[in-house]
């Protein structure tokens, strides 16, 4: 097979930070190399300076065997025929569809722009995904997902030798996961290599020809994907046996904590869920299916039309998140660089400013639990004064859950917890759960991650365009019973 591209001893230091220390590695023509590792060991790194948004201190990126990149910067790269997808959505909001997929190399028609064709173009290339939008709505309307998508066509759109997908599937659902791994198998055949990051571990053995496992800036392992187990793989990334995935352990639950009644918004109708004390409760569907929405209508973000909120007893006013927060509400949001961080600010303020508006707190006290949640959570920070700008994808995650957790609330919402975050640090957001289960919390999960609601929650709601399609108990349940309601293939009337 003919090698496209190879790392020759990479290596790259930010302040405090070695993030990439002697990285020796390839790429085939055809080839989907699967890049692993736990949050912050230095995967996104190496593809930017593949990308040409970082030089590296030393070594060197060898295109089609033998030309040298002897400067790094985003055109060059562009035109050596390297394509991004990457991890943190990078369209810009107010322009269409069109706009951002045509952004740079526009279609004319002498000096203007030819809006026409333009329209066609995306309009088959959104068809050949099965993307069913409008090429001229704006991004800022669309779903995140969609927007995934979106990235995805406009990488499309132009000539590629080499993609690099930077966990393109933390905000796709089973649907829309398949549909890329098609397009991906397509591009196989076209002979395009790829490099495909993810902390969905199963999608290794889906997409995968080849795995490298990185930890701390360097390669610990390279592997044909026939010659490597999960459990390998899993210890590999966190550095440690993990026994069990999913430690949630089932127990008799206490008093009714949170009571949604007939919620009924712009997106969702007739909505009612009950948590108690030591609860999970999973929310699933498909994207889009309305589950955030409920969120942000419960949290008082969101005005809704009808219905009633209940936190211990006491109902909610609407769009008040103080209020909410003061009952001792909480919901960590699934877009946490818009919602959840303020980016220009250290780990340590991002983590205490929810706890410093609802309790009257000692600093002192506050810094050392700051401390303690970083270690909890292995929370890859050189310090707590770090910039939250900073940090690795998965890593900033992590500093808006351990930012909730110090509230101290009893009703915890979240929103896709464990999107991109690496699976060690997964099974310790779990077990964070259960303790705060243990204290008398109660807890609502939405997610897309199948195997995850079914091994974390006790019950489990379906929503389907906006209604709940189905309620069951989760150890009762199986996945294709959950995507079968989540697609709205069985009547409401069925449910067990
Ligand atoms: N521009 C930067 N300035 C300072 N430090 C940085 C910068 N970019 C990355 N780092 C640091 O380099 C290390 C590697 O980060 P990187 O983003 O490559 O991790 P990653 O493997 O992609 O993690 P994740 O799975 O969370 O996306 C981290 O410690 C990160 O904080
Ligand atoms: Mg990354």
Same mark, same amino acid.
């Given at each position: 097979?003919?090698?496209?591209?190879?790392?020759k001893?990479?290596?790259?230091?930010?302040?405090?930070?070695?993030?990439?220390?002697d990285?020796?590695?390839?790429?085939?023509?055809? +080839?989907?190399?699967?890049?692993?590792?736990?949050n912050?060991?230095?995967?996104?790194?190496?593809?930017?300076?593949?990308?040409?948004a970082?030089?590296?201190?030393?070594g060197?990126?060898? &295109?089609?065997?033998?030309?040298?990149m002897e400067?790094?910067?985003?055109?060059? @790269?562009?035109?050596?025929?390297?394509?991004?997808?990457?991890?943190?959505?990078?369209?810009?909001? +107010?322009?269409?569809?069109?706009?951002?997929?045509?952004?740079?190399?526009?279609?004319?028609?002498?000096?203007?722009?030819?809006?026409?064709?333009?329209?066609?173009?995306?309009?088959?290339?959104?068809?050949?995904?099965?993307?069913d939008?409008?090429? $001229?709505?704006?991004?800022?309307?669309?779903?995140?997902?969609y927007?995934?998508?979106?990235?995805?066509?406009?990488?499309?759109?132009?000539?590629?030798?080499?993609?690099?997908?930077?966990?393109p599937?933390?905000?796709?659902?089973?649907? +829309?996961?398949?549909?890329?791994?098609?397009?991906? $198998?397509?591009?196989?055949?076209?002979?395009?290599?790829?490099?495909?990051?993810?902390?969905?571990?199963? +999608?290794?053995?889906?997409?995968?020809?080849?795995?490298?496992?990185?930890?701390?800036?360097?390669c610990?392992?390279?592997?044909?994907?026939?010659?490597?187990?999960?459990?390998?793989?899993?210890?590999?990334? #966190?550095?440690?046996?993990?026994?069990?995935?999913?430690?949630?352990?089932r127990?008799?639950?206490?008093?009714?904590?949170?009571?949604?009644?007939?919620l009924?918004?712009?997106?969702?109708?007739?909505?009612?869920?009950?948590?108690?004390?030591?609860?999970?409760?999973?929310?699933?569907?498909?994207?889009?299916?309305?589950?955030?929405?409920?969120?942000?209508?419960?949290?008082?973000?969101?005005?809704?039309?009808?219905?009633?909120?209940?936190?211990?007893?006491?109902?909610?006013?609407?769009? @008040?998140?103080?209020?909410?927060?003061d @009952?001792?509400?909480?919901?960590?949001?699934?877009? $946490?660089?818009?919602?959840?961080?303020?980016?220009?600010?250290?780990?340590?303020?991002?983590?205490?400013?929810?706890?410093?508006?609802?309790?009257?707190?000692?600093?002192?006290?506050?810094?050392?639990?700051? &401390?303690?949640?970083?270690?909890?959570?292995?929370?890859?920070?050189?310090?707590?004064? $770090?910039?939250?700008?900073?940090? @690795?994808?998965?890593?900033?995650?992590?500093?808006?859950?351990?930012?909730?957790l110090?509230?101290?609330?009893?009703?915890?919402?979240?929103?896709?917890?464990?999107?991109g975050?690496d699976v060690?640090?997964?099974?310790?957001?779990?077990? &964070?759960?259960?303790?705060?289960?243990?204290?008398?919390a109660?807890?609502?999960?939405?997610?897309?991650?199948?195997?995850?609601?079914?091994?974390?929650?006790?019950?489990?709601?379906?929503?389907?365009?906006g209604?709940?399609?189905?309620?069951?108990? #989760?150890?009762?349940?199986?996945?294709?019973?959950?995507?079968?309601?989540?697609?709205?293939?069985?009547?409401?009337?069925?449910?067990?």
């Open positions: 097979m003919e090698k496209i591209l190879e790392f001893g990479i290596t790259k230091t930010f302040p405090g930070v070695k993030a990439l220390d990285i020796n590695l390839d790429l085939y023509k055809g +080839e989907v190399h699967v890049i692993l590792g736990e912050g060991a230095g995967k996104s790194t190496l593809m930017k300076i593949l990308a040409g970082y030089t590296p201190d030393l060197e990126v060898i &295109l089609d065997g033998n030309k040298k400067r790094y910067s985003p055109i060059l @790269s562009e035109e050596a025929g390297i394509r991004m997808i990457y991890q943190e959505l990078n369209l810009i909001p +107010e322009l269409s569809i069109q706009d951002n997929i045509f952004l740079g190399h526009e279609l004319k028609k002498g000096v203007f722009l030819d809006r026409k064709k333009m329209y066609k173009h995306t309009k088959q290339l959104l068809q050949s995904l099965n993307i939008e409008n090429p $001229r709505k704006l991004v800022k309307d669309l779903s995140i997902a927007q995934q998508m979106i990235e995805i066509v406009r990488a499309l759109s132009s000539d590629a030798k080499v993609l690099v997908f930077d966990e599937t933390s905000s796709l659902t089973s649907v +829309e996961i398949k549909e890329l791994f098609e397009m991906i $198998r397509k591009l196989k055949k076209l002979g395009v290599g790829m490099f495909y990051i993810s902390h969905r571990l199963e +999608e290794v053995f889906e997409i995968g020809d080849r795995v490298t496992i990185m930890r701390d800036g360097v610990v392992r390279t592997e044909n994907v026939e010659n490597i187990t999960m459990n390998e793989i899993v210890e590999g990334i #966190a550095g440690r046996k993990i026994e069990n995935l999913y430690p949630h352990v127990k008799p639950c206490g008093k009714k904590l949170l009571e949604i009644s007939n009924t918004g712009k997106r969702f109708k007739n909505i009612n869920i009950e948590v108690h004390a030591g609860e999970i409760v999973g929310l699933s569907g498909l994207v889009g299916a309305g589950r955030s929405e409920i969120a942000r209508a419960v949290f008082g973000i969101d005005d809704y039309a009808d219905g009633e909120v209940f936190v211990d007893g006491n109902k909610l006013p609407k769009n @008040s998140t103080a209020k909410a927060v @009952s001792g509400l909480c919901l960590l949001p699934e877009n $946490r660089k818009e919602e959840g961080l303020a980016l220009s600010m250290s780990v340590e303020k991002n983590m205490t400013i929810a706890a410093l508006n609802n309790l009257l707190v000692n600093n002192r006290l506050l810094r050392r639990e700051t &401390l303690d949640y970083v270690e909890k959570l292995s929370i890859a920070t050189p310090t707590i004064d $770090r910039l939250v700008n900073f940090l @690795s994808g998965g890593t900033q995650q992590k500093v808006v859950v351990a930012k909730w110090m509230t101290k609330s009893k009703v915890f919402i979240f929103d896709e917890p464990t999107r975050i060690g640090a997964k099974t310790d957001i779990y077990e &964070l759960m259960d303790m705060l289960l243990e204290q008398g109660a807890i609502i999960m939405i997610s897309s991650d199948l195997p995850e609601v079914l091994g974390m929650s006790d019950r489990i709601y379906v929503i389907c365009q209604e709940i399609a189905g309620e069951f108990e #989760a150890d009762k349940v199986d996945q294709n019973t959950i995507l079968q309601y989540a697609f709205g293939q069985q009547k409401k009337e069925e449910t067990n």
